[in-house]
Structure formats: structure tokens, C-alpha cells
């Protein structure tokens, strides 16, 4: 029986804006990562009614976030970013950036702000890594994307409306 074709984790991909001097940052595409999972974090309201065995649960609304773990490459401007607000301990607007996440074979994207959240770094002996979470800072704007010759910088088009059909990194 088919159960249809596998989702490869390399079709969604991330890109991050790292902020320009004085312009609109560029989308340069997360790579290095080890782990970029996202989590949903759900606020729930839960509740027993006295005529009732069993106990009812709705969810009330969302705080996603995003656990990174990378290993750290020279030359490499998402990686590098991320350093400077590790290591020089930004906080505010200083530490929030937009991501786009696209579900490449369709080119359908997802432009959201996020705070940098840094949390251990050098914690292996192969390379030096850093680790930490990217944890939402706005409403999700849809939209397409055009991405460069070799997939390395996207540049994102918002849509008109809402679309349901969204990428999931």
C-alpha cells in the first residue's frame, strides 16, 4: 500500500534576515544547524464540570518556538549574527530578526519575528556549537518566495489573505 511520498526534512528550509546597514536585511538560508525544531507550546484551559467524570481541555492559544542547536562556520552571516547577540548579550528589538520558512517544492513561505534566545555554547569536542531558541515575537505573514541561483537567499513576497497551506520546519 502507498501512503504517499516521503516529506524530506531538507524541503523546509529556514532563512534568516540578517539586518544591512541602513536597508531591509538579507534572507540568508540557515545552514550549519544541527537541530531546528519547533515547537507549538500551547496555552490550554482545562476544566472539571461537577456533572462530569472526566475533564475537558481547549486550547486557548500558542507561543511557538524554535530549538537551534549549530555548529559554528567563519564567513557564514546567519551564524554570525547569532553569535553577536550571544556573545554580546542583546536584548530588546536588538535581539529579534525575521525568519521565513519555506517549503521549497512549492515555494509557499512563512515570514515571522523571532527573539533570539541564546542559551549554551561550546559544548562539544568536534566543533564549537551553540544552542539555543528562537521564540515568536509576531503573527505569521504569508506569502511566496523567489530563491537565488544556489538556494542561498530567498526573497519573500508577501500574499494577500491568509493561507492555511504553510511550512512547518
Known amino acids: 500500500m502507498n501512503i ?15 539586518p544591512k546597514e541602513g536597508g531591509e536585511p ?8 544541527t537541530d531546528m525544531s519547533q515547537s507549538k507550546n500551547p496555552s490550554e484551559y482545562s476544566r472539571k464540570y461537577v456533572d462530569e467524570d472526566f475533564e475537558q481541555t481547549d486550547v486557548t492559544g500558542y507561543s511557538p518556538s524554535i530549538s537551534y542547536t549549530f ?7 546567519v551564524l554570525e549574527d547569532i553569535v553577536k547577540i550571544t556573545d554580546n548579550e542583546l536584548t530588546g528589538n ?3 530578526r525575521d525568519i521565513v520558512l519555506v517549503d521549497i517544492a512549492s515555494k509557499k513561505a512563512v515570514k515571522r519575528s523571532f527573539a533570539i534566545v541564546p542559551d549554551t ?3 562539544s569536542t568536534d566543533a564549537y556549537t551553540y544552542s539555543g531558541n ?3 515575537k509576531g503573527e505569521k505573514v504569508f506569502g511566496t518566495v523567489v530563491l537565488s541561483e544556489n538556494d542561498t537567499v530567498c526573497t519573500f513576497t508577501e500574499s ?3 493561507n492555511p497551506e504553510t511550512p512547518e520546519v
Not at 504517499?4 to 540578517?18: C, H, I, P, Y
Not at 555548529?71 to 552571516?77: S, V
Open 4 to 18: 504517499g511520498e516521503l516529506v524530506k526534512r531538507s524541503g523546509k528550509v529556514a532563512f534568516f534576515g540578517v
Open 26 to 33: 538579507t534572507f540568508n538560508r540557515m545552514k550549519g544547524f
Open 71 to 77: 555548529d559554528m562556520y567563519n564567513g557564514n552571516p
Open 94 to 96: 536588538d535581539a529579534i
Open 121 to 123: 555554547e561550546g559544548d
Open 134 to 136: 528562537l521564540k515568536v
Open 160 to 162: 494577500s489573505g491568509s
